[in-house]
Structures are given as C-alpha cells and as structure tokens.
C-alpha cells in the first residue's frame, strides 16, 4: 500500500505539473493581455501595471515565481480586483459550488443507481421502458435547457421556486435538478448496462444454484461488481461538480467557483483563470485516487498491486 501510494502521488505531482504548465503557456499565448481594453490605456499606465504584477519579466521567470508560489499554496493576486487574490475567490466560491454540488452527487447517486437496478431486473418490462425513457431524456437535453425550463414554469409561471440565488432550502432544488440530470440519466443507464452483464456472468448462476436468496445475490453479488464502472465515472464527476458549474450558476445567478471562472475569461484575468484550472486539476487527480482505492472495497479480486 505504501508503495502504490507513493507512486501515485509522484504520479499526481508530475500530471500537475503538466497542467501547470501547458495552462501557464496558453495564457501567456494567447493575444492580448490581463489590461486590454476597447479604450487603449495610455502606455505608460500599462507599463507601470506590468511592472507592479511582474508581467515585464522574463517568461521563464514568470513560470518560476508562479511555481514558488503553487508550493506556498499563494495562487497570485487577481488582475481585475484590487486587493483580491485567487485564495480569496477560491474561499469564497468553492463553499458555495460544493453545496449545490454535493447535493447533485447525492441525487446522482440515491436515485440513478436504483434506477439502473431496477431497469436491469425488469429488463424490457414497463419499468425498464420508463427507466430509459428518462434517461434518453436526461442525457439529450442540455442542463442550461433544463434551468430555463424549471425558471420559466415554476418561477415565471407558478411561483413555487425562486429563480435566483441561495437564500433557502428552496433555492436549491432548481440548481440541483439542472446540475444533476444529466449525470443522473447516465449513471442510471451506466448501471442498468452493467448490471445486465454481471447478472450474465457464471458466478451468479452458481450462487442462485447454491440456494442464496434473490436478494444476497443481487445485493452481495450482482452490484458489487456492476459498481466498478459506475464509481470510476462518480469519482471525477464528484470533482467536476463540486467545483462549480459555468451554466447552472449563471441561470441561477449562484456565486460560486463557476461565476468567476467565467468572469476571469472575459476579463483576461490570467492569475484567477490558471488558479481555478489547477485547483480543479487537484481535486481531479485526488478523487481518481480515491477511486483506485475504493476498487479494492469494493471488489476484494481487485489488489492494489495490480
């Protein structure tokens, strides 16, 4: 175990630093720069700016002083907010997101796996068809669709949700089902194929010839392995989500991670764009471990050797 985690880790440290990289490259590539404006500024204020953030620096010492900086965990100030780094955006953004995001994973997870079981043991029955219809509907149409939808019919039209912001437990419920259905349909659809496959393999038929009930079968059985995929997609997803969402935040005018994500776009505000993009990269990297060792619990076949 020490040995994978240390190779893992290792594995971690060296993807980063690719990110970091190939992030810190097109930034600087693209054309244009973080005080770019329709209205020229004069070139003496723009030179002051760049002397005052380090941009009239070498390249390569720019991608050095950033580096020392991710080691201290200091993601640099923010081009657009005086007095506003990207710890602080980060602070303030990701409580938010998580929230909205860990209730969606929640739902992925409590009705889409039921879901896909209860579509897989009723296989062409009316409750695998309803299933499907629900996720074919799910996975074709767009979350920013969805959101509009539930704003028009159950803000505009019926009043039974806000439209905006995070007030009340109410305030949740139109992000959450705009942020979670997608993920939901192909979780569900995920497990149904799974579990048909399993259900196919010889290990079930000799377990139902051994006498175990329907249950422990499928329960002990069936959907400890028809998982394994299923949680290979939730780890990284669990990481997309949490770290907000650029569409579902902005139909919901919800401030988190994803708003100034797409502010900092806009904006050029390269220090907040690259941070955001190695902050996610992090949490990536962290919940693909985490699926790795979760093999193992899930699947005893399964050793951390291999």
């Known amino acids: 175990m020490g040995r994978f985690l240390a190779n893992r880790i290792v594995s971690m440290l060296i993807t980063l630093l690719l990110i970091i990289t190939i992030t810190f490259l097109l930034m600087h590539a693209i054309p244009g720069g973080p005080f770019t404006r329709e209205k020229a500024l004069p070139p003496a204020v723009i030179k002051a700016l760049e002397a005052k953030y380090k941009l009239d620096q070498p390249l390569w010492k720019q991608y050095v002083d950033y580096l020392g900086g991710i080691a201290r965990l200091e993601l640099g100030p923010s081009f657009q907010k005086v007095g506003v780094t990207v710890n602080d955006l980060i602070r303030e953004g990701f409580p938010v997101s998580a929230r909205v995001g860990g209730l969606s994973v929640l739902v992925v997870v409590a009705l889409g796996i ?3 079981m209860i579509s897989a043991l009723k296989q062409n029955k009316w409750q695998d068809q309803t299933v499907r219809f629900i996720a074919t ?17 159950f803000s505009a039209k019926l009043g039974w949700l806000p439209s905006f912001g995070l007030k009340t437990p109410k305030h949740y419920i139109g992000p959450v089902i705009a942020l979670s259905g997608y993920s939901l349909s192909f979780v569900a659809r ?23 009930s329907e249950f422990v079968v499928i329960a002990k059985h069936a959907l400890r392995n028809a998982l394994i995929p299923v949680v290979t997609y939730i780890g990284p997803l669990i990481a997309t989500i949490l770290t907000g969402s650029f569409v579902t935040e902005r139909i919901f005018a919800i401030p988190g991670m994803g708003k100034h994500f797409v502010e900092s776009v806009g904006n050029r505000d390269y ?6 993009t190695v902050f996610y990269a992090l949490f990536l990297v962290i919940m693909v471990l985490v699926v790795d060792l979760l093999y193992g619990l899930i699947d005893p076949r399964i050793k951390v050797e291999e």
């Not at 074709?140 to 509009?148: E, H, K, L």
């Not at 497990?191 to 051994?210: F, G, P």
């Not at 220090?271 to 955001?276: A, H, I, K, P, S």
């Open 137 to 153: 509907l799910g996975i074709t149409i767009p979350s920013f669709v969805i959101g509009t939808l539930i704003i028009y019919i």
């Open 190 to 212: 995920l497990t149904r194929s799974s579990m048909l496959e399993v259900l196919q393999q010889d290990y079930i038929r000799t377990a139902r010839a051994k006498g175990l």
């Open 114 to 116: 039921p879901m896909g």
């Open 271 to 276: 220090t907040v764009l690259m941070g955001m």
